[in-house]
């Protein structure tokens, strides 16, 4: 669970299930080598990959190479299934800034093997979020800038508008595959410029309208972690 503020108090982050999007900006699945899918392409990353704004991103062993992705998160607020595009904005309660971390050795590894990428996607503190979510009400996610940057350096730079799949398509495509329940994060889909994450590396994110938050990155068994 993670607690963000929200509004004029907090809200607790209990997803079942974070849906997180592949190639939905069409220059990163160029940088990735891949063609721009003709629909959805999406993956699960487990709840207990979350954390929030204060805790590290931890680099495991077992990977050699782990990247950063910035994207925005869609919290669901209704339970949804079988919900036409046209609908799907009913269904949202909020957004916040979500970093896709991956294991991106493993990810190619389990790729030219034909496996899922559970594993490359789902380590501990894979999944941080934050700084706060904002109601859907007060934000029009149609156009904001998205960014990233590592130690002061600018890595990632991009604009919701962008997205191939916009949130009511996304909406309308996972919840006719499986049912979204209140709290459930979807996970649109990172702008081009993914790069590698290093021990004692800070990491800012942000989202026009959201704001930025901020990570410290820590190799697993770091004295600080």
């Known amino acids: 669970m993670v607690r963000l503020p929200y509004m004029d108090g907090f809200y607790e982050l209990r997803p079942s299930k974070i849906v997180a999007l592949a190639k939905n900006y069409a220059e990163h699945a160029k940088e990735m080598e891949s063609d721009v899918p003709e629909r959805p392409v999406f993956f699960l990353k487990p709840p207990s990959a979350l954390i929030g704004p204060g805790e590290p991103i931890i680099l495991p062993r077992m990977s050699k190479r782990v990247d950063h992705e910035v994207e925005l998160a869609v919290i669901i607020g209704r339970r949804a299934r079988r919900v036409p595009r046209e609908k799907a904005m009913d269904y949202v309660l909020g957004y916040t800034i979500l970093l896709d971390i991956t294991a991106r050795d493993l990810q190619a590894e389990a790729r030219e093997r034909g496996l899922p990428w559970s594993m490359a996607k789902g380590f501990d503190t894979f999944a941080p979020v934050g700084p706060r979510v904002v109601d859907k ?16 350096q600018l890595r990632q730079l991009g604009r919701t508008s962008e997205m191939v799949f916009k949130v009511p398509e996304l909406i309308e ?13 979807i996970a649109t889909g990172t702008p081009a410029g993914v790069g590698p994450l290093r021990h004692g590396d800070r990491v800012e994110a942000w989202i026009e309208g959201i704001g930025r938050v901020e990570f410290d990155v820590l190799a697993e068994g770091s004295i600080l972690c």
Not at 137 to 152: A, C, M, P, T
């Open 137 to 152: 009400r007060e934000l029009n996610i149609e156009d904001l800038e998205i960014g990233l940057k590592v130690n002061g």
């Open 173 to 185: 495509y996972i919840s006719s595959v499986m049912t979204l329940e209140p709290g459930d994060i």
